[in-house]
């Protein structure tokens, strides 16, 4: 992964964690605790990839370091 924000271009993101919000239709999913990286001037959040949604069945299973076909 870069290490510059794709956003605004700052350079410096850090490790933390964050509530990860999935809506899929009428379904949905929050996941707290997600590991990711925060950009420290905009505050986008960057997922290291570890985080997946199944496009079908949204639930806390598919998560856990886990990849789906769309993610990898
Ligand atoms: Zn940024």
């Not at 919000?21 to 990839?49: K, T, W």
Request: proline share 6%; hydrophobic share 25%; charged share 15%.
């Amino acid at each position: 992964m870069s290490s510059n924000c794709q956003f605004c271009g700052h350079a410096h993101l850090t490790p933390t964690t964050t509530r990860y919000i999935h809506q899929q239709s009428d379904a949905l999913l929050i996941v707290e605790e997600v590991p990711c990286l925060r950009c420290d001037y905009c505050g986008e959040e960057y997922f290291d990839g570890s985080l997946c949604v199944s496009d079908s069945s949204p639930k806390p299973g598919n998560f856990a370091g886990t990849k789906c076909n769309a993610c990898i």
